[in-house]
């Protein structure tokens, strides 16, 4: 085993980058005293808002919370059944089984995202919402998904936990449905330093019901009007990300960039890569090939140095978390398919044009190709 030569993140660098802006956010909020909600947070929201066109942005502690609350405010509850796809972080599915419904899953497609053909044939009485997942930051069809939603009556609430940045036919990620959750995680590209999630939403009713809950209910000091939880996020967090949102479009671009080096570089027809659709614009949080011999390649790109990583082995209704719901091996043939060929390369904003050929050179050494 070598030593690393090509990281598949680099938390430390992105550190060394803004080593002076960040300290001044620390300074800055320890300064002023006020560490939870507050100023940062009030203009995080506004500037998220804008940034992405939402009519509102409800700033929380982590995507799995936005994601829940979406949900709950959505009018989802105990026995509802929510379809949503088996390729996805677990969050998805248990911010579902979280408030007493049922996730009941749809197959993907080739791209990765929920087959929207296949959609209907998992409609039933108690069907109350669509939760479609946009993988690595790609938006998954929402003009067939908002028409299936609008004829079958069910609400749309948005995984758009890794597509900030990210926009299909000009319109942001998570502004689709009526909520919308973005993860805030360090492993995304737009990232606090530790945990934080957002909720968007054009709907009033949503925002004030989530502002409220995500500190106890509390309407004033001493003023409880329904039982609320505490996620809350925190300052710090906040002017991270105020300072990161200047930055975010050149990460995607430098993300982009990296991704179109590896498509010209790589020759082995066996290491399929994602290819961006026209109406798309992809936040590329993850890129993902698609490799046949998948764990030998792996641990061939391990050996020379490069870390890659399997983003996920396991479809979601093969956990033993999903058991109760009833599913089994052969049921979503595509995503089981994708979970054997998946494979992670490293592509963040760190890394140079000499590690990517490195990799891609690696990729075609190993399947003969030149
Ligand atoms: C698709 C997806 N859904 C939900 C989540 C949960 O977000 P968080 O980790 O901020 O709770 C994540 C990220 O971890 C994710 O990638």
Not at 33 to 40: E, K, V
Not at 120 to 144: C, F, L, N, S, Y
Request: charged share 25%; proline share 3%; glycine share 8%.
């Amino acid at each position: 085993m070598s030593d690393v030569k090509v990281p598949f993140v680099d938390l430390k660098q992105r550190y060394h980058e803004e080593k002076a802006e960040l300290l001044a956010c620390v300074e800055r909020v320890l300064e002023s005293g006020q560490f939870i909600l507050g100023a940062d947070v009030d203009e995080l929201e506004r500037r998220v808002a804008k940034f992405t066109g939402a009519k509102h942005c409800v700033a929380l502690n982590s995507g799995t919370d936005a994601l829940m609350l979406g949900l709950w405010t959505a009018g989802v509850g105990r026995g509802d059944e929510v379809i949503t796809t088996p390729i996805t972080f677990v969050a998805t599915s248990a911010a579902i089984a979280h408030l007493g419904a049922i996730p009941v899953y749809v197959d993907v497609d080739e791209d990765q995202n929920i087959d929207v053909t296949k959609i209907e044939q998992k409609i039933t009485p108690r069907t109350k919402a669509i939760m479609p997942v946009h993988w690595t930051g790609r938006i998954a069809d929402m003009g067939a998904i908002l028409d299936i939603a609008q004829r079958h009556g069910l609400k749309v609430v948005e995984d758009s936990a890794q597509s900030m940045g990210a926009y299909w036919h000009g319109k942001h990620g998570g502004t689709f449905g009526i909520a919308g959750a973005i993860s805030c995680h360090p492993l995304k590209n737009f990232n606090a330093v530790g945990d934080g999630g957002l909720l968007l939403t054009g709907d009033d009713g949503i925002a004030e019901k989530v502002r409220l809950y995500r500190n106890h209910g509390l309407a004033r000091r001493d003023y409880c009007v329904e039982w609320g939880i505490n996620s809350r996020l925190d300052a710090l967090h906040a002017a991270v990300l105020l300072m990161r949102l200047d930055r975010l479009l050149s990460v995607i671009e430098r993300r982009r960039r990296n991704v179109e080096l590896y498509r010209s570089l790589v020759k082995a027809p066996q290491c399929r890569l994602p290819q961006c659709k026209q109406h798309e614009i992809n936040s590329f949080v993850m890129f993902i090939s698609q490799s046949d011999d998948r764990d030998r390649l792996q641990a061939f790109l391990r050996d020379r140095g490069i870390e890659s990583l399997v983003y996920y082995g396991t479809p979601i209704h093969l956990h033993p978390a999903a058991a109760k719901l009833g599913y089994k091996r052969g049921d979503f043939p595509v995503a089981e398919g994708q979970a054997d060929r998946v494979l992670a390369l490293p592509h963040h904003q760190h890394l140079t044009g000499a590690q990517i050929e490195y990799v891609a050179q690696s990729i075609n050494q190993f399947y003969g190709a030149s």
